[in-house]
T-cell receptor, first 111, second 114 residues
Framework: NAGVTQTPKFRILKIGQSMTLQCTQDMNHNYMYWYRQDPGMGLKLIYYSVGAGITDKGEVPNGYNVSRSTTEDFPLRLELAAPSQTSVYFC??????????FGPGTRLTVT | GENVEQHPSTLSVQEGDSAVIKCTYSDSASNYFPWYKQELGKGPQLIIDIRSNVGEKKDQRIAVTLNKTAKHFSLHITETQPEDSAVYFCAASKSPGGYNKLIFGAGTRLAVHP
């Protein structure tokens, strides 16, 4: 199993541009999550999904959108990028049990 | 909502010494407390977790203790090795609805010196 994969690894955006961060898992997990990690801070939940077609907001959803059309994929959309969205983004998935498995992250810079 | 505080923010130890990281949480309904290790350039990886029905859990050189009355839990690493150097995060969750929304602490950067 590849586990949780994320693309791209790095990206630089200009203010006002849009992009989609991709996340795929091959473990058949129902639950998937998007976090952001700012320097020196813990991870904060942006959005999560409990299954295909079902998504909900986390702690910091403003400026982001998600969709979940399949069990495997959970893309995160940034519309009108702002410098405050400069961060490292992690996708995670979990089965019915508690453990969350994290991807390697996407480092995004908005200038 | 839940708030998790983690101390210290940095910790430096000599190889072979023990390291202790402490977290406190605010929501008494929290019942799941994982610890994650994050190596440079990688995503966090679960190293140990504890649920509220136990007070202590061990896995080789790693142990976690939970004090529900005081609402704090700690990570203990014994016989530290250079490969233990990483950032460690604690988290807490109430696990509503069969899934869990983790609230993370700010992290502890552990450096183990040979």
């Amino acid at each position: 199993n590849a586990g949780v994969t994320q693309t791209p690894k790095f990206r630089i955006l200009k203010i006002g541009q849009s992009m989609t961060l991709q996340c795929t898992q091959d473990m058949n997990h129902n639950y998937m999550y998007w976090y952001r990690q700012d320097p020196g801070m813990g991870l904060k939940l942006i959005y999560y999904s409990v299954g295909a077609g079902i998504t909900d907001k986390g702690e910091v959803p403003n400026g982001y959108n998600v969709s979940r059309s399949t069990t495997e994929d959970f893309p995160l959309r940034l519309e009108l990028a702002a410098p405050s969205q400069t961060s490292v983004y992690f996708c995670a998935s979990s089965p019915m049990s508690y453990e969350q498995y994290f991807g390697p992250g996407t480092r995004l810079t908005v200038t | 909502g839940e708030n998790v505080e983690q101390h210290p923010s940095t910790l430096s130890v000599q190889e072979g010494d023990s390291a202790v990281i402490k977290c406190t949480y605010s929501d008494s309904a929290s019942n799941y407390f994982p610890w994650y290790k994050q190596e440079l350039g990688k995503g966090p990886q679960l190293i140990i977790d504890i649920r509220s029905n136990v007070g202590e859990k061990k896995d080789q050189r790693i142990a976690v203790t939970l004090n529900k009355t005081a609402k704090h839990f700690s990570l203990h690493i014994t016989e530290t090795q250079p490969e233990d150097s990483a950032v460690y995060f604690c988290a807490a969750s109430k696990s509503p609805g069969g899934y869990n929304k983790l609230i993370f602490g700010a992290g502890t950067r552990l450096a183990v010196h040979p």
